[in-house]
């Protein structure tokens, strides 16, 4: 073998490492990724779960505060726990409405 043959017969097998390397280095990202993708899907999955519980939940409270508010919750608290009555009809009061409240003038004019 001449100088000149081994030269180019030593970058041939540069070059095949090298293209070797990369498929290698490529084949590695691609296999990366298609894992990452995988454990991205599973985090999603726990995450809608969580959302489903997290949704039923709130139907829940919304119910809870809507029979807190109901009529006949607040009057069986004012007459358990206040002690409030029913008012008898002479102890009812109308006030007639008048025009809508306005701050006075404290000028000197």
Do not use: Q
Not at 13 to 21: E, S, Y
């Amino acid at each position: 073998m001449t100088a000149r043959r081994a030269k180019r017969h030593k970058k041939g097998n540069f070059l095949k490492l090298g293209v070797i390397v990369y498929l290698g280095f490529c084949l590695f990202t691609i296999v990366w990724l298609r894992a990452e993708v995988l454990n991205l899907k599973y985090e999603l999955g726990e995450l809608d779960s969580i959302k489903a519980d997290l949704i039923g939940e709130r139907k829940m409270m919304v119910a809870r505060r809507a029979s807190n508010y109901s009529t006949e919750k607040i009057e069986k608290v004012a007459t358990k726990r206040l002690g409030m009555t029913m008012p008898e009809r002479y102890n009812v009061y109308y006030v007639k409405r008048s025009s809508i409240a306005a701050p006075y003038k404290a000028s000197m004019k």
